[in-house]
């Protein structure tokens, strides 16, 4: 018998970005290249809200909102990730990611009969496409999974009950053009269980070393 599969809540991103088709980029001569990824929590119930879609809560307006505006926010923290060192045309992983090993089925009798594993921490994957000028191409890969609250769930014929990992994983994958040195939002979504207007937010910088 399957147990109730483990949750994991990737929220919605909001792209605050153009995503854009790389084109045949020209080396700007410089050899390495650095890439900061943050993710920036902070209470936005002073921002602008805009209409709800059907079924779904309305959430603020983030649009207009630079960097600078996000890390000024009271309370406002980030979590920081390990930074790529990339040179143009190669691809890279950095992970803090440590494997945690479940039980993801089991039988009748709450025994288990299968074992999943799901990575908790976090991980980057960039690729450096080209560079263009001031400008660099970028594919990008980001994922923050935090430790799972662990609960007791029925198995399918309501037996049993056995205790089940829930994930909450926040991650984005985009294809962007971004200018040399200066922060970008890639988007923001709320915190997940939250009564307050909580909410997390992309942000991403590309440096020459």
């Not at 949750?7 to 700007?28: E, M, Q, R, W, Y």
């Not at 945690?100 to 960039?126: F, I, M, N």
Request: charged share 20%; with cysteine.
């Amino acid at each position: 018998m399957r147990a109730l599969s483990p949750i994991v809540c990737a929220a919605f991103l909001l792209t605050g970005c153009s995503h854009v088709n790389p084109k045949a980029a020209t080396d700007s001569g410089h050899d390495t290249y650095v890439v900061h990824v943050e993710l920036i929590e902070f209470n936005a119930s002073h921002l602008p809200m805009q209409d709800a879609e059907a079924g779904k809560p309305a959430f603020p307006i983030l649009r207009h909102l630079t960097y600078d505006d996000v890390a000024a926010f009271p309370g406002s923290r980030a979590i920081e990730f390990l930074h790529l060192e990339l040179s143009p045309g190669q691809q890279r992983e950095i992970s803090e990611q440590q494997p945690l090993r479940y039980a993801s089925e089991h039988d009748t009798h709450g025994e288990p009969t299968a074992y999943a594993t799901r990575g908790v921490g976090k991980r980057v994957q960039a690729t450096l496409v080209g560079v263009e000028d001031v400008f660099v191409d970028l594919k990008l890969i980001v994922e923050n999974v935090s430790e799972p609250i662990w609960q007791e769930v029925a198995v399918s014929n309501a037996v049993a009950k056995v205790r089940m990992p829930f994930f909450f994983a926040h991650s984005v994958s985009s294809e962007l053009r971004v200018f040399v040195g200066s922060w970008v939002l890639l988007g923001g979504f709320p915190r997940e269980m939250d009564s307050e207007q909580t909410v997390l937010v992309w942000a991403l910088r590309v440096r020459e070393k």
